[in-house]
């Protein structure tokens, strides 16, 4: 069954560090862009980063832009978000989720794009 699977969450003090990994289950993600995607308690889902399919491009919220970080690499099939200097306002859970044909990245991001699969996602709680 293809899936994508994350991992990495937990609880973190504020300025703490995270790093979250989607893996592909069944499929290879060389062929899809990627996006981490979040949602806060009584909030709507929001973009946090994207990465295009060769990992030549990326995207941030701008919140997040100078703190996260992500990458792919393609021999373990995996893409990570790496998350320093947590914040309070970071808590929320974290899906990746990948679509192979998508019109920029930013469309990604803003939740304009369908995107073809979506994890289960993993539980990011940032609180002293």
């Known amino acids: 069954q293809l899936q994508l699977v994350e991992s990495g969450g937990g609880l973190v003090q504020p300025g703490g560090s995270l790093r979250l990994s989607c893996a592909g289950s069944e499929f290879s993600l060389d062929s899809y862009g990627i996006g981490w995607f979040r949602q806060a308690p009584g909030k709507e889902r929001e973009g946090v980063s994207c990465?295009?399919?060769?990992?030549?491009?990326?995207y941030y919220m701008d919140s997040v832009k100078g703190r996260f970080t992500i990458t792919r690499d393609s021999a373990t099939n995996t893409v990570y978000l790496q998350m320093n200097s947590l914040k309070p306002e970071d808590t929320g859970v974290y899906y990746c989720?990948?679509?192979?044909?998508?019109?920029?990245?930013?469309?990604?991001?803003?939740?304009?794009?369908?995107?073809?699969?979506w994890g289960e996602g993993t539980l990011v709680t940032v609180s002293s």
């Open positions: 989720a990948a679509v192979m044909w998508y019109a920029g990245l930013q469309y990604m991001c803003d939740m304009r794009v369908d995107m073809t699969y």
């Open positions: 990465i295009s399919k060769g990992g030549t491009q990326k």
